[in-house]
Each structure stands twice: as structure tokens, then as C-alpha cells.
């Protein structure tokens, strides 16, 4: 499928995650798609083209096979449904989010998959922000029709290490996953910080996985020369909370805040009150949305 035929698909959806905005249409117009999870590229990486790295289609498969069995409840539970767009035979690089009546829609691309800096964690984090633009709480993207259904893209990567990764990856050995692994030396310390429970460390450091992955991912794709890493947060402040992508470095430091979160993956987040279900300052010392895209309202 491509691009245009899936613009041509989308014709009568009344409500769609773009870039930065919430793109409101009429339910006879055609609603426009923009660049989703990543930045606006027009690589496309289409089945059998051979790439060092990136997942299998069955590794496509298992990972929104496990998203959907464990949140297709919680989406029921709230009135809604639950369809993800396995898109594999597409070659985009990019994934995105959409809401149809009351159906969570998230399209997941084969060319994403495929690319080189993408493995299992990575993916995952992936399918948990696209999510996330669903059930991430505030901060909501505002829109020219005032407030808008989609948490936005700063929200939903902090969604995504804070609440959906750790369920994600509690089903896994992680000490298995990662006994052979060489973490990152500044995320393994501070995991070993913040967590003095085995496992909420582990899925940490999993998560740092996850992270490094698609920030190395968006490093490709922009073509920077500055490698994102764990130890150099963006030292940006932004004085209004921004709905666009983040830079790079900005979007890995709210990987890695919401992995460091203690705020447990039970509690409920807010799409009014970004404290609740987080963490946040001045109470919270680690953990708090990054300056770099989020500006505390209070």
C-alpha cells in the first residue's frame, strides 16, 4: 500500500494524530496523514531488501499480538476498540495514529520494522507511543477547534517508558535478555538508583534498550551527526509545552524520565491533570517530562 493509497483509505475518518496538530475534518473529506512517528522521510525500505538489523515479520507480529492482548481490555473498559493496522508488506518508515468513531486505530509499517536501528525493544516502544496518542493522559496536542482527543508527542513517548513498556516487558526474563548485553553505563546506574526491586530494574533497563534504539533511529532519519545518548541531555527550556516532535537528544531524555518514573504502571494517568499517575516537580527529583518540550502549568 502506498502513501497515497492510504490517504485515498483514510477518506471519511473524522479525527487523525499528525505531526504536531490534530487535523479535524469533515466525515466526507479526506483527511490527511502527515509524518506520524517519526520525522516526515520518504525512505522506504520494502520486503526482501536485505538490512543489517531491524525485526522479522514474525517478530512484527508477536510484538502487536502481545499489545493487543494485554490493553484490548483496558480500551473495551473504556468504550472503545482496539484495531491495529499491521502493515507489513508497506515499506514506510514511519508509524502513526488515528481514531475513527470510538476506535483506537494504530498503523504499524512494515519499512519501520525493517530499518536498521530497529530491534524488539525499539518496535515496541513504537506500538506503546502510538498507543499512547490513544491513552497517554495530558498533555493533550491542541488543535484550531480547541481541545483535542490525542495525547501529544512529547506525552505519548513519556507514555510509553512510564505505563506501556513496563507491562510490556514483565512477561519477559529480562535478566536472561540482558545478561550478554553491554548497557549504557549511565542508564544502568541510574536504574540501579531508582529501582532497589530486581525486576522494576530490569524492565529499566530494558527500556534504555528501547529508547537508545529509536533515538538512534531519528538521528538516521535527520541525518545528525551528534549521536543522542543517555549522559547529554537537550538543556533547552521551552516556556509553553510544545505538541510537535521533540528534537533527538529531547525525545531519548523523556525515554529515559519515563523509565525512571517510580510512579507505579497501576496508576492511572489524567487527561486533565498531568501529575496524576507521574511524576512531576517540584515533588519528584528523577522522572519529571523534560524542559526541553514540557512546561509545568502549576
Same mark, same amino acid.
Given at each position: 500500500?502506498?502513501?497515497?493509497?492510504?490517504?485515498?483509505?483514510?477518506?471519511?475518518?473524522?479525527?487523525?494524530?499528525?505531526?504536531?496538530?490534530?487535523?479535524?475534518?469533515?466525515?466526507?473529506?479526506?483527511?490527511?496523514?502527515?509524518?506520524?512517528?517519526?520525522?516526515?522521510?520518504?525512505?522506504?525500505?520494502?520486503?526482501?531488501?536485505?538490512?543489517?538489523?531491524?525485526?522479522?515479520?514474525?517478530?512484527?507480529?508477536?510484538? $502487536?499480538?502481545? #499489545?493487543? +492482548?494485554? @490493553? /484490548?481490555? *483496558?480500551?473495551? &473498559?473504556?468504550?472503545?476498540?482496539?484495531?491495529?493496522?499491521?502493515?507489513?508488506?508497506?515499506?514506510?518508515?514511519?508509524?502513526?495514529?488515528?481514531?475513527?468513531?470510538?476506535?483506537?486505530?494504530?498503523?504499524?509499517?512494515?519499512?519501520?520494522?525493517?530499518h536498521p536501528a530497529t530491534n524488539i525493544e525499539g518496535f515496541a516502544l513504537v506500538a506503546c507511543h502510538e498507543f499512547g496518542h490513544h491513552n497517554g493522559g495530558a498533555p493533550k496536542m491542541q488543535s484550531w477547534f480547541g481541545g483535542a482527543w490525542a495525547t501529544n508527542e512529547g506525552g505519548s513517548d513519556?507514555?510509553?517508558? $512510564?505505563?506501556? #513498556?513496563? +507491562?510490556? @516487558? /514483565?512477561? *519477559?526474563?529480562? &535478566?536472561?535478555?540482558?545478561?550478554?548485553?553491554?548497557?549504557?553505563?549511565?542508564?544502568?546506574?541510574?536504574?540501579?538508583?531508582?529501582?532497589?526491586?530486581?525486576?522494576?530494574?530490569?524492565?529499566?533497563?530494558?527500556?534504555?534498550?528501547?529508547?537508545?534504539?529509536?533515538?538512534n533511529l531519528f538521528q538516521a532519519l535527520r541525518k545528525e551527526t551528534s549521536a543522542p545518548t543517555f549522559g547529554t541531555p537537550d538543556k533547552n527550556v521551552v516556556s509553553?509545552?510544545?505538541?510537535?516532535?521533540?528534537?533527538?537528544?529531547?525525545?531519548?531524555?523523556?525515554?529515559?524520565?519515563?523509565? $525512571?518514573?517510580?510512579?507505579?504502571?497501576?496508576?492511572?494517568?489524567?487527561?486533565?491533570?498531568?501529575?496524576?499517575?507521574?511524576?512531576?516537580?517540584?515533588?519528584?527529583?528523577?522522572?519529571?517530562?523534560?524542559?526541553?518540550?514540557?512546561?509545568?502549568?502549576?
Amino acid at each position: 500500500m502506498t502513501k497515497t493509497t492510504l490517504r485515498r483509505a483514510l477518506a471519511g475518518v473524522a479525527l487523525v494524530a499528525t505531526v504536531g496538530f490534530t487535523h479535524q475534518t469533515a466525515t466526507t473529506e479526506s483527511a490527511t496523514l502527515c509524518s506520524g512517528f517519526v520525522p516526515e522521510n520518504n525512505l522506504y525500505i520494502p520486503e526482501g531488501v536485505f538490512t543489517v538489523g531491524g525485526i522479522t515479520e514474525q517478530q512484527f507480529n508477536q510484538v $502487536l499480538d502481545r #499489545l493487543e +492482548r494485554l @490493553f /484490548a481490555k *483496558d480500551v473495551e &473498559a473504556m468504550g472503545d476498540r482496539l484495531k491495529i493496522n499491521r502493515l507489513w508488506s508497506d515499506g514506510t518508515v514511519n508509524a502513526s495514529a488515528q481514531r475513527s468513531g470510538n476506535t483506537q486505530v494504530l498503523n504499524m509499517y512494515g519499512g519501520l520494522a525493517r530499518h536498521p536501528a530497529t530491534n524488539i525493544e525499539g518496535f515496541a516502544l513504537v506500538a506503546c507511543h502510538e498507543f499512547g496518542h490513544h491513552n497517554g493522559g495530558a498533555p493533550k496536542m491542541q488543535s484550531w477547534f480547541g481541545g483535542a482527543w490525542a495525547t501529544n508527542e512529547g506525552g505519548s513517548d513519556y507514555y510509553a517508558s $512510564l505505563k506501556c #513498556l513496563r +507491562r510490556f @516487558f /514483565a512477561e *519477559d526474563d529480562n &535478566a536472561a535478555i540482558l545478561k550478554d548485553l553491554q548497557l549504557d553505563p549511565t542508564a544502568e546506574a541510574a536504574c540501579t538508583a531508582q529501582f532497589p526491586d530486581e525486576q522494576d530494574r530490569l524492565i529499566c533497563l530494558r527500556t534504555s534498550l528501547a529508547g537508545q534504539s529509536v533515538a538512534n533511529l531519528f538521528q538516521a532519519l535527520r541525518k545528525e551527526t551528534s549521536a543522542p545518548t543517555f549522559g547529554t541531555p537537550d538543556k533547552n527550556v521551552v516556556s509553553r509545552t510544545d505538541d510537535r516532535h521533540p528534537a533527538t537528544q529531547c525525545r531519548l531524555d523523556t525515554y529515559f524520565a519515563g523509565m $525512571l518514573c517510580v510512579a507505579k504502571e497501576s496508576e492511572k494517568l489524567s487527561n486533565s491533570d498531568y501529575k496524576s499517575g507521574s511524576c512531576y516537580a517540584p515533588r519528584d527529583t528523577a522522572g519529571v517530562r523534560p524542559r526541553c518540550w514540557f512546561a509545568p502549568t502549576n
